[in-house]
């Protein structure tokens, strides 16, 4: 849990680098693979709410929580741009909250990959945080600062509408499931053919290992 004093509870400030917005540092993590420099987070899935259901890992077995506490959602939120100086400890009532949206967004994307129409209990609750008022830009001494009344809400509030412009928009076709680790993605490739969560290293890499390990067997039984 944050120590920060609850007397600032109602003056909730999110400073960013000068020049630098909220959601552009997130977004630009997405989009070219990132990992926090403790190494518990990734940011590779290609949409912050994607992203955020990627902080549950390992679904396809056994399950890895990235997010135990309200410490680490907290740290998720920083790590993704969303908290920064957030003056208020997150509470473990919000840290039910952010989990639930979490696997709201994760099902509905399994429903939009299965091609099933998504649960109206999910999609309702993606909608109730969608409508919580999202972190605004203020200017405070020549620097962009992003603020909320309700800053955990706020962050929600970001992730549940980009998970709402992905489900409605083309994009939808492009979210996948790598056939490893069940991480979920949207593949921003021009070619619309990413299969792996990762092709420079982790999963397609190993697949690739994999396949020719076999081809060098095969070439070696033949001879
Ligand atoms: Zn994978």
Redesign the pocket.
Known sequence: MSTRPSSSRDASSYTRQPGATCLGNFLDTCYTGYMTSASKFEFIAGSPALCFVDSHGSRGGGGKERIETPQDLFDWLGSAGLAGECPQPVTQAELGQARNLREAIYRCSLCVIRGQDFAAGDVAMINRAALCPPLRPQLKHNALVHVAGRPVEAALSVLAADALGLFASPLRGRIRQ?P??A?IFVDRSRPGRRR???SAQ??GNRDKVRNSRKRRAGEEGRA
Request: proline letters at 0%; glycine letters at 12%.
């Open positions: 790598c490893q680790c991480m792996w969560c990762s982790g999963c």
